[in-house]
């Protein structure tokens, strides 16, 4: 009987993550059972078929793609004669592969250790072999020789450093704010082209790679749109289904730049057959952080690699912007719609009254928003212009304050 389609998915995919951790995949096995062996998860004769395969393709690693208790981990173990990772265990494995930044390995090792904890007892000898490998990296072998008190400790401590590096970014967001910089962050499915969407607005140089999780430590960068409003936009990691609960847990500080933001932009993969479903995977993410309500606007990305007929169903039929970051398209329709979406500082239209010599307020009004109309009122220069309302509500105040400015009309 063939797999149901959501299960060649969810296997297809991880084997992206196999890949993207370093493994060369030598054979698959997939098991349909009403329900879990609590033992084994597959049951007696699936464990003796998977060490057969195993065997016989000289595989050094199993991977479940489904978390394992600690009493299945230690039986299949001691069954395959293997190390055995599940589904969680690879994810932290990628992560702690591309974390550069400090902030990133804490959280990453965060996250494996309180994996690892309530397992120590269980994977005796295997875990405390020194070796490379998926599987191996992260926290190193000798904290997990070491006794639950130290790991406890070092959790502890590691939760510690997280929390000051969330005060830091908190003071940050409070320095932008007033600074009056609006922020939008990227989100979405791994892999769904945030980075490359993510470059080809602000000119930056993040990393792009087809691998799963290719970003993992945050970046911003300035965006400038066409009402020359300046806007603070995050690059972020990638989502996927079945995230670890306490992998979300240990990136609280990193995501919490998402609840900042006054718009999310949900990047989707246009070409990918499993959209909706990946859609639906990111949005209730998005639930669980309570982000379900935040001002969010839908970009179907890689709109390049559809064919014609596809991208007139898309455009006749989904709420979303299609984009390519690769070629450019609909890049200034997106723009377009950020300055629209971004409803806490909205574009609004006054009439000014400047002195002709005050350079000041002239370069500001050029620089922060778009001249209309201009014509000259004997020593003022008056200006109809479009600018946000922030910048709308300085220059009232600079009027009120030094009367070289008539109040807007």
């Not at 016989?56 to 690693?61: E, I, K, L, P, Y």
């Amino acid at each position: 009987m063939p797999a149901p389609p959501d299960a060649e998915e969810s296997l297809r995919e991880l084997r992206d993550l196999a890949s993207s951790a370093g493994a060369e995949i030598v054979g698959e096995v997939l098991q349909h059972s009403p329900e879990p062996d609590p033992a084994t998860l597959v049951g007696k004769g699936k464990v003796h078929e998977v060490r057969a395969a195993a065997r016989s393709g000289r595989a050094q690693v199993v991977i479940f793609d489904q978390d394992l208790t600690p009493t299945q981990l230690r039986n299949l173990e001691q069954s395959l004669g293997l190390r055995v990772l599940d589904r969680t265990q690879l994810i932290l494995d990628i992560f702690a592969r591309r974390a550069r930044s400090r902030e990133g390995q804490l959280q990453v090792e965060l996250a494996q250790l309180t994996y690892l904890l309530p397992r120590l007892g269980g994977r005796g000898n295997v875990l405390s072999r020194l070796g490379g490998g998926i599987g191996t990296r992260g926290p190193g072998e000798q904290q997990l020789e070491s006794d639950r008190r130290r790991i406890r400790k070092r959790i502890q401590n590691l939760r510690q450093a997280i929390e000051r590096v969330r005060t830091e970014r908190a003071l940050h967001r409070a320095r932008r704010r007033k600074q009056q910089y609006l922020t939008a962050a990227l989100v979405g499915y791994t892999n769904a082209g945030k980075s490359t969407l993510f470059n080809a607005l602000t000119a930056a140089q993040a990393v792009v790679s087809a691998r799963l999780f290719a970003t993992l430590d945050p970046t911003v960068r300035l965006l400038r749109l066409p009402s020359r409003r300046r806007v603070l936009l995050s690059d972020t990691v990638g989502f996927i289904r079945k995230l670890p609960p306490h992998l979300i847990a240990a990136f609280r500080a990193t995501l919490e730049e998402l609840e900042d933001a006054a718009l999310l932009l949900h990047v989707m993969d246009a070409s990918d057959s499993a959209r909706d479903e990946k859609e639906a995977a990111v949005e209730d993410l998005l639930e669980i952080m309570g982000l379900a309500n935040a001002p969010c606007l839908r970009v179907w990305n890689k709109i390049d690699l559809l064919p014609d007929a596809q991208r007139k169903l898309l455009a006749n039929h989904s709420s979303a912007l299609g984009v390519s970051a690769v070629t450019g398209e609909g890049l200034p329709e997106l723009k377009e719609h950020i300055d629209r979406a971004l409803v806490n500082d909205p574009l609004i239209e006054a009439e000014l009254q400047v002195p002709a010599e005050d350079g000041y307020l002239l370069a500001l009004l050029h620089r922060q928003g778009k001249i209309i109309s201009q014509h000259m009122d004997g020593t003022r220069l008056i200006l109809r212009a479009s600018l946000p309302k922030s910048v709308h509500e300085r220059i009232v105040a600079a009027a009120l304050k030094t009367e070289k400015i008539a109040p807007p009309r």
